[in-house]
Structure formats: C-alpha cells, structure tokens
C-alpha cells in the first residue's frame, strides 16, 4: 500500500536554527497537509497546500513556518528560527482531492526536539 | 465550528476484558467524516476506520466495533477481549465540511488505553 515517507525520524536542534522537515507524498496525491502534536496532547492543523500554494493555515502556522515544493516529490515545512516550544511531533498528510472520502494518509511522524 | 471531545483522558484494564472509548463532537455540516487512529508508543497514527455521516450502521473488524449514533453525535469504539498490544493513545476525528477547500480534521485529545496483563 502506497505510503507518506518522512525524514528525518527524529530530529535534534538548537534553538535559534533552522530546521527542515521533509515528507514524499503518495505519488498521485494532490493535495498535503502539516500537522502538529506537542508531547501529550493533541494533533493539530498546521497549513495545507495544493498547486503549490497555501490553502489554509492555522494561527499556529506564523511567519515562521514556511512550505514548500520544490522538486514535484517532496514537500518540506520549514522553521526559521526554533523556540523550545517548537518541540512537537510533526507529521505531514496527503489526499488525492480535497475530500476525505477518497482517502487521507498521514506520514509516521518526525520528532522535533529544540535543546 | 467543529470539536471533538473524548472526555476520557486515561483508562486502564486487565487483558481479556472489554473496553469501549466515547467520541463525542459538534458539527453542523450535514455531510462529514469521523475517523479512529492509533497511536503506539513509536508515535506514529494507525488508521483504524473512516466513517460518514450517512452511514449510521455500525461496523465490526474482527475485536474492534465501532458504534456510530448520529442522534446523539457519539461515534463510540469498542474492543473486544484486550490484549497487551492494544496499548496506545487513541485519537477520534472529524472532517471540516466539504465545501472549505482541502479538508482538514479535528481531532480529539486522545485517550490513553492501557492494557495489564
């Protein structure tokens, strides 16, 4: 079964550093998606995006976040310049459409840790 | 706007007993989906079912029920017999209307099922 690929796993940084985080969508998926979950809590929103711009954005997603796609396969999230509170696991999604019913796949995640 | 509520935060049963997990949420789109994840302790979200809202039977996979109550917007999920490896957090969600661009889902805030041999 196709898959949502994330890399890296596991991700260490010092605050004040950029980070990349990177995501390969199911190949005929249209439509992607960033989530956030801070350590024991819930799954949030963070932005969608389809034929290469932002859809939607959470208040979350401030100008610190930024998306890309820079190459037609991955989709990364970027974050300028990390606070502690960044920490969180991230995990990127893909749709074929815009509607769920044909089908939403969440990537395994990537662990962000700001030090 | 759309919320989802599982009210329980943490339960904790001995191996062989039932287990059910309530889901409760508001919507008022006509048209909507609701989904159960799992996530073990590796951290990752296992997709256990996707439901809509025009569907109300209830569904069964093989120790796992779900229990869709559209009158009482509860869509309810049952294990049957636990086993040790049913330990996770499980996530309850909800589909943004339709007619808002790329859907989004709203998740709950989890519930910590563990499970004692």
């Known amino acids: 079964e196709p898959e949502v690929t994330q890399t890296p796993s596991h991700q260490v940084t010092q605050m004040g550093q950029e980070v990349i985080l990177r995501c390969v969508p199911i190949?005929?998926?249209?439509?992607f998606y960033w989530y956030r979950q801070i350590l024991g809590q819930k799954v949030e929103f963070l932005v969608s995006f389809y034929n290469n711009e932002i859809s939607e954005k959470s208040e979350i997603f401030d100008d610190q976040f930024s998306v890309e796609r820079p190459d037609g396969s991955n989709f990364t999230l970027k974050i300028r310049s990390t606070k502690l509170e960044d920490s969180a696991m991230y995990f990127c999604?893909?749709?074929?459409?815009?509607?769920?019913?044909?089908?939403?796949?969440f990537g395994s995640g990537t662990r962000l840790t700001v030090v | 706007a759309q919320k989802v509520t599982q009210a329980q935060t943490e339960i904790s049963v001995v191996e062989k007993e039932d287990v059910t997990l309530d889901c409760v949420y508001e919507t008022r789109d006509t048209t909507y989906y609701l989904f159960w994840y799992k996530q073990p302790p590796s951290g990752e979200l296992v997709f256990l079912i996707r439901r809509n809202s025009f569907d109300e039977q209830n569904e069964i996979s093989g120790r796992y029920s779900w229990n869709f109550q559209k009158s009482t917007s509860s869509f309810n999920f049952t294990i049957t017999a636990s086993q040790v490896v049913d330990s996770a957090v499980y996530f309850c969600a909800l589909s943004e209307p339709e007619i808002q661009g790329a859907q989004k889902l709203v998740f709950g805030q989890g519930t910590r099922l563990t499970i004692n041999p």
């Open positions: 999604a893909s749709s074929h459409s815009n509607r769920v019913r044909y089908g939403y796949t």
């Open positions: 190949s005929n998926h249209l439509y």
